[in-house]
């Protein structure tokens, strides 16, 4: 494999998977348990804030309990030693890439240890519990705090430095996503119209499998590392 100059990683939930995280569409996955109208909508944010908070709470509290796994720590690797650029954009609002020593992570689904102030706009880290009685700490104005998290509908964050970086790569790499949800999933077709090659690292076959030059499955914890050390040496 030729080494590229200038890397584009995509990863969702499947990359912190075998740290113990939820995925959303695995069975029982995240939206097998819980309706997403309900916990991942503005209108289901208006319908019902405290099963919303319940909801983020919950998954925010749950940080604590996981680590990076080996595939978090083999893109940190790639970040330390690739010579090159390279843009890691997530999908995931979990902090385990931050954790495994990952520098900028692009979070463009938003992130669990975040609050948004609807009402000011301030962000603010907020690794507790959160509440319809939670006041912003810049405007201090209370029931206006939400999580920092995208939902659907709602546009997904650094859409312009992410399609600026698919404009000039040369290799796009997907790991850890069924390819379900856009504009991540079309992230894949961007790239090859800037000439880009693809590859996939997944459990299984994702939406898009068939966009990608090249599509190696298994475990995370097994194919990223492996993908990371072939492309540091530049080998085959
Ligand atoms: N190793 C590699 N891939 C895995 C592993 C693993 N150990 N376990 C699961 N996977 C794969 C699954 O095969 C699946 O294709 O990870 C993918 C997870 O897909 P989803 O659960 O749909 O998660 P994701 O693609 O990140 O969802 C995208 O949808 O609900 C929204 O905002 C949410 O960011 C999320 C977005």
């Known amino acids: 494999m030729t080494l590229p100059s200038s890397i584009v ?50 998954r925010r509290s749950g940080l604590d309990t996981v680590a990076p796994n080996a595939a978090h720590v083999a893109l940190a690797r790639l970040e330390r030693e690739f010579e090159g650029k390279l843009l890691l954009v997530t999908q995931n609002i979990d902090d385990l890439h931050e954790r495994a020593g990952s520098q900028r992570p692009v979070h463009m689904h938003g ?62 790499v997907s790991i850890g996503t069924s390819g379900n949800v856009y504009p991540a999933a079309g992230f894949v077709e961007e790239a090859r119209h800037a000439g880009a090659r693809t590859a996939e690292l997944n459990l299984e076959p994702s939406e898009g499998y068939s966009l990608f030059d090249e599509a190696i499955h298994g475990r995370a914890t097994e194919v990223v590392p492996a993908f990371v050390e072939r492309l540091l040496n530049g080998r085959k």
């Open 9 to 58: 990683i995509l990863t969702g939930a499947g990359i912190s998977a075998e740290s113990g995280v939820d995925t959303f569409r695995d069975r029982d996955g995240i939206w097998s348990k819980f309706d997403y109208r309900d916990v991942a909508t503005p209108e289901g944010f208006a319908r019902n804030p405290a099963l919303v908070h319940d909801f983020y709470n919950a």
């Open 111 to 172: 992130e669990l240890a975040k609050a948004l102030c609807a009402r000011c706009g301030a962000r603010h880290a907020w690794r507790d519990s959160m509440s319809c009685a939670s006041s912003c700490p810049t405007c201090e104005a209370v029931g206006h705090v939400r999580p920092d998290v995208v939902w659907f509908g709602e546009m997904p964050y650094h859409m312009e430095e992410i399609g600026e970086a698919l404009d000039g790569c040369d290799l796009f």
